[in-house]
């Protein structure tokens, strides 16, 4: 079965400081995808940022990036230049190519100002 | 373009009561999902329709918990005789079609407490 696992309970960062949220997933499947979502207090979860993991190129959004270790089964989000905005729960998901979704457990971040 | 759309936000119940969540998403969408959320938990899947068709219902407790999708569109998950461990955040979610890549949109969620 595909486990997810996110070891960051909480992090904080200084406002334009870079962070790095970890994420390490396990499965047999070699067709898979990889995600982060946000999910800011009291608001909506969104997307950040997805990985197909046929693509050795890591992906970019912005000041948004990931480092994908497919060998290690890692998957770590680096977030550029925090903004207070970004002050929010962050989960990494991994879908399958059957569709299988699993979510992380979370990491709780918040910008300091 | 209007977001997915849950109701009620927040509901209160006494343990074996009846509760029923409704989510309407984004149109056009035709994947659709209904997630538990625990406290400080990730989300877990519930069920999954593809239009009108539950394509993925594993995880989803039947002896308590049903949902429905009528007409593709509006979803209804309904929870009967609710439990004390059933209190949690219940998100819908879509996606535009079919596909593990495609980006899902979630709803706010509804936040059930049940006494």
């Known amino acids: 079965a595909q486990t997810v696992t996110q070891s960051q309970p909480e992090m904080s960062v200084q406002e334009a400081e870079t962070v790095t949220l970890s994420c390490t997933y396990d499965?047999?499947?070699?067709?898979?995808?990889l995600f982060w979502y946000k999910q800011p207090p009291s608001r909506q979860m969104i997307l950040v940022i997805r990985q197909e993991a046929y693509k050795q190129q890591n992906a970019t959004e912005n000041r948004f990036s990931v480092n994908f270790q497919k060998a290690a089964k890692s998957f770590s989000l680096k977030i550029s230049d925090s903004q207070l905005g970004d002050t929010a729960m962050y989960f990494c998901a991994f879908a399958s190519g059957t569709y299988k979704y699993i979510f992380g457990t979370g990491t709780r971040l918040k910008v300091l100002a | 373009e209007a977001g997915v759309v849950q109701s009620p936000r927040y509901k209160i119940i006494e343990k074996k009561q009846p509760v029923a969540f409704w989510c309407n998403p984004i149109s056009g969408h035709n994947t659709l999902y209904w997630y538990l959320q625990n406290l400080g938990q990730g989300p877990e899947l519930l069920i999954r329709y593809e239009n009108e068709e539950a394509v993925d219902d594993s995880q989803l407790p039947k002896d308590r918990f049903s949902a429905e999708r009528l007409k593709g569109v509006d979803s209804t998950l309904k929870i009967q005789p609710a439990e004390l461990g059933d209190s949690a955040v219940y998100l819908c979610a879509s996606s535009w079609r079919e596909g593990a890549y495609n980006e899902q949109f979630f709803g706010p969620g509804t936040r059930l407490t049940v006494l």
């Open positions: 499965t047999s499947e070699n067709n898979y995808y």
